[in-house]
């Protein structure tokens, strides 16, 4: 086992800094792509959500106070967040550049009708976003819970290697705790999808998951969440955020692959 783990470890690393150049580090390297895709994605919406509600970003705000923070301005039906061209390292050690903008014409989470986000020359980290998410609010579920749909196409471009890779999927958002405090910083979301689609070297991958996905406001990763992938209609792979007896939140993912498992390090 401690072999195994080793050995995955150093396929995580060189998928780092440059491609791969082997059939099975090229399936470790797009799987690592896929799952900090979905992160990327979900960090969207918690920045979107803290700029409208505090006019500022808390748990991604910038992590040296004496440096500028992200700019942010709003009206009724849009929203900017200015992550200017230098770029801004944030509390989660990501650092961002460029434009998120917001358009929400019939206003900001308002019942069945969209919130877009599109991005103006966003970078995290080395990886640069084109293409946009938009969000649905749908009231409260049988639960009680607030709940969205979130339908995303977004192209996602490595800068340092010059991979890209396409992502599109709909979501179900449920939020599972916080809905009834005031503060955001004890939020918590669980997100669903199937017979999603990510795309690279032009192979279809499509992918469901199978346990929800959950995001707690404060960890820039998941905590729980099972996603399993189907390549070629036969090949399974399996991603899994909460692998461990007790989850916590950190940056490592198990990749089930081939009857072989690697932990993922999913810092980039």
């Known amino acids: 086992m ?10 995580v690393i060189l998928s780092c800094e440059k491609k791969p150049n082997t059939t099975v580090d090229n399936h470790i390297f797009f799987l690592r792509n896929m799952a900090l895709a979905e992160i990327y994605a979900e960090d969207l919406l918690t920045i979107v959500d803290e700029a409208y509600q505090l006019g500022k970003l808390e748990s991604k705000s910038v992590f040296n106070p004496a440096n500028p923070d992200a700019v942010i301005t709003k009206d009724a039906k849009s929203m900017t967040i200015d992550f200017g061209s230098v ?18 014409p019939l206003g900001y989470n308002s019942t069945n009708h969209f919130t877009e986000i599109i991005f103006d ?26 709940q969205w749909i979130i339908n995303s196409n977004i192209q996602f471009i490595q800068l340092n290697n010059g991979t890209s890779y396409s992502w599109v999927t709909e979501r179900y958002r449920n939020q599972t705790i916080g809905a009834t405090t005031p503060a955001l910083s004890d939020d918590a979301f ?30 820039s990763f998941f905590q729980e969440g099972l996603i399993q992938l189907i390549y070629n209609t036969s090949s399974t792979f ?21 009857q072989n498992k690697y932990i993922l390090n999913l810092i980039l």
């Open 190 to 219: 669980e997100a669903i999808g199937v017979n999603d689609l990510f795309t690279y070297q032009n192979t279809k991958y499509r992918f469901n998951i199978k346990t929800p996905l959950l995001q707690k406001n404060g960890c």
């Open 238 to 258: 399996s991603i899994d955020f909460g692998y461990k007896e007790n989850p916590v939140c950190d940056q490592f993912a198990k990749l089930d692959y081939i």
């Open 121 to 146: 020359s966003f970078v995290v980290n080395n990886t640069f976003l084109i293409g946009k998410r938009n969000f649905k609010y749908r009231g409260l579920n049988l639960s009680g819970q607030k």
């Open 2 to 11: 401690i072999r195994i783990i080793l050995v995955s470890l150093l396929f």
């Open 87 to 104: 770029g801004i390292e944030g509390k989660d050690l990501r650092t961002r550049k460029g434009k998120i903008r917001v358009s929400f």
